[in-house]
Structure formats: C-alpha cells, structure tokens
C-alpha cells in the first residue's frame, strides 16, 4: 500500500471516529432531553392568626368602640361587660394593657384591671370579659380623665 493510500486510510479511520464520538454525544445530549419530565399540582394553606374583636353585647352584634365610665368617686370601683372574639383560627391567650393616659397623672390615681387576663380563647370562639376601674380615694387635682385600652390575643 502506497504511503498517500495509508494517509488517505489513517485520515478516513479518523473521520469516522470523529462521527462516531459526535453521534454518541448528541445521542446523549438527545436522551438526556428526552427523559426530562415535569407535573404541575395545586398547593394551598392557611396561615394561623389571630383576631381579637370586642363586642358590647352577648350576641356579638355591637362592635365595642368606647367605655364611659360615668362619674366615679374617689375610693370606688366600677366595672363594664364586654365579649371578646377570636376571629382567628388559631386559639389565642388574652391581656389588657392601658396607657396614653390624659392627664399624665391620671394611673397615680385611677387603676383599670380585668377577670381575663391569660385567659384562653378558641378560634372561632368569645368570652365574656369583665373590666375594673377603680379611683384611689387620695385622688387630687383630676375631675375628668382619658385612657386607651388595648386587648391582644395571642396565640397558644
């Protein structure tokens, strides 16, 4: 065999290979794309929380926007009948806190306190609340007074 016969033999082997090895690659690259698979589902979920409402009356239908606590005298107590709602869907455990008094002075001299405190409330659920004032009998210097309560909910 002449020496241009076994180039030309030598260049074709490598040709062939090359082919070879590039159809092995797409093959691959092919199959890899073919065995790729996917499916799409739904998912939903509900976030816990909690809501606390306040009502005036037992059947939840008067929103509790305002106390007045009428005329109190020094040395007395007072109290008011409220409904808390959990309108959440989680249970929650319940506190007051009172502040942004006017006058300043005003929790020297006058306390507000409740029978719910850490009380826990179902979701869904309510409970009656029952909220003190009590003025000191050493008040001095306030004839009126205001205050802002809060009621939180929690969740257990």
Same mark, same amino acid.
């Given at each position: 065999?002449? $020496?241009?016969?076994?180039?030309? =033999?030598?260049?074709?082997?490598?040709?062939?290979?090359?082919?070879?090895?590039?159809?092995?690659?797409?093959?691959?690259?092919?199959?890899?794309?073919? =065995?790729?698979?996917?499916? &799409?589902?739904?998912?939903?979920? &509900?976030?816990?929380?909690?809501?606390?409402?306040? +009502?005036? %009356?037992?059947?939840?239908?008067?929103?509790?926007?305002?106390?007045?606590?009428?005329?109190?005298?020094?040395?007395?107590?007072?109290? #008011?009948?409220? +409904?808390?709602?959990? /309108?959440?869907?989680?249970?929650?455990? =319940?506190? =007051?806190?009172? @502040?942004?008094?006017?006058?300043?002075?005003?929790?020297? +001299?006058?306390?507000?306190?409740?029978?719910? $405190? %850490?009380?826990?409330?179902? /979701? %869904?659920? #309510?409970? &009656?609340?029952?909220? +003190?004032?009590?003025?000191?009998?050493?008040?001095? @210097?306030?004839? &009126?007074?205001?205050?802002?309560?809060?009621?939180?909910?929690?969740?257990?």
């Amino acid at each position: 065999m002449s $020496e241009t016969s076994k180039v030309s =033999l030598r260049a074709k082997t490598a040709l062939k290979i090359a082919g070879v090895s590039l159809l092995a690659v797409l093959v691959v690259l092919g199959a890899s794309g073919a =065995l790729t698979s996917h499916q &799409q589902f739904p998912a939903s979920g &509900q976030i816990a929380g909690v809501g606390v409402e306040i +009502y005036s %009356d037992p059947g939840l239908m008067t929103p509790m926007t305002h106390i007045d606590w009428g005329i109190v005298r020094p040395g007395a107590s007072v109290n #008011h009948i409220a +409904y808390v709602k959990n /309108a959440g869907n989680v249970p929650c455990t =319940l506190s =007051l806190s009172v @502040g942004n008094w006017t006058p300043a002075e005003a929790p020297s +001299y006058i306390s507000v306190t409740w029978d719910s $405190e %850490d009380v826990s409330v179902e /979701a %869904d659920g #309510h409970v &009656q609340v029952v909220i +003190y004032l009590t003025v000191s009998d050493s008040v001095q @210097g306030i004839d &009126q007074f205001t205050s802002l309560m809060t009621i939180t909910g929690v969740s257990v």
